[in-house]
């Protein structure tokens, strides 16, 4: 009876001992697929695909409507280390600016709306035709950086509400205040019913190979 209990407890001890190692094994997995998600990126300057990436910007006519769009980039790259971004520019193209809502008229058609923010009364882009954003710091949930807009450039800060690491994509948002950069109608009347703060919505494809790219 003795040796058949010996025996018992020596298959629980085995059975306990199988046990630990596998939950230790699993977790060491887990703990490494975490770790090489993480540092997918490696180090190293990463460029954006600038045909599957895209600004998307808000405006807001106090009471009455709001407008949004796109603005395509015309450069784009990330600088990642261990996996972490830590520096990055993008310039967008102003010359572009495309109109999605439906907020128009056969009278006010989206193009009048183009011309307005084309005009030197606001982004004049026959001599300001790129926005640029320069990271100069850089955490898991925020990019602070330097943005330039109408020849005047001011500290800013965009919000990382998506990081997808799997598919290396990047989204954030940026509010600014665009009479800080000279974006504004000469004729008081007009300028006052529009918000002064501008919503953008960033959406980053970032490229999984790194490469040497030089600064625009």
């Known amino acids: 009876m003795k040796t058949i209990k010996k025996a018992i407890l020596g298959l629980a001890g085995v059975a306990l001992l199988a046990s630990c190692g596998n939950g230790s094994t699993e977790t060491t997995e887990q703990n490494t697929e975490a770790q090489d998600q993480h540092a997918s990126m490696g180090t190293g300057s990463h460029m954006i695909n600038t045909e599957n990436s895209t600004v998307m910007w808000k405006g807001v006519m106090l009471g009455v409507k709001e407008h949004e769009g796109t603005v395509p980039f015309e450069y784009g790259k990330l600088e990642f280390t261990d996996g972490k ?28 709306l183009v011309g307005h923010l084309e005009s030197p009364d606001f982004f004049d882009v026959a001599n300001h035709p790129t926005a ?7 955490t898991e949930n925020e990019l602070k950086g330097n943005l330039t807009i109408h020849g005047n450039t001011h500290e800013e800060v965009a919000t990382i509400t998506n990081h997808d690491t799997e598919n290396h994509t990047i989204t954030t948002t940026l509010k600014f205040d665009r009479q800080k950069y000279g974006v504004a109608f000469s004729t008081g009347v007009k300028d006052m019913v529009i918000s002064d703060e501008i919503e953008l919505t960033v959406k980053l494809a970032v490229e999984a190979d790194a490469h040497t790219a030089e600064a625009h």
Do not use: H, R
Request: charged share 25%; glycine share 6%; aromatic share 8%.
């Open 85 to 112: 971004i830590t520096g990055g520019e993008f310039v967008a193209d102003l010359t572009a600016i495309t109109p999605t809502d439906e907020n128009y008229t056969e009278e006010k058609p989206s193009s009048m």
């Open 132 to 138: 640029k954003f320069v990271i100069t710091s850089a």
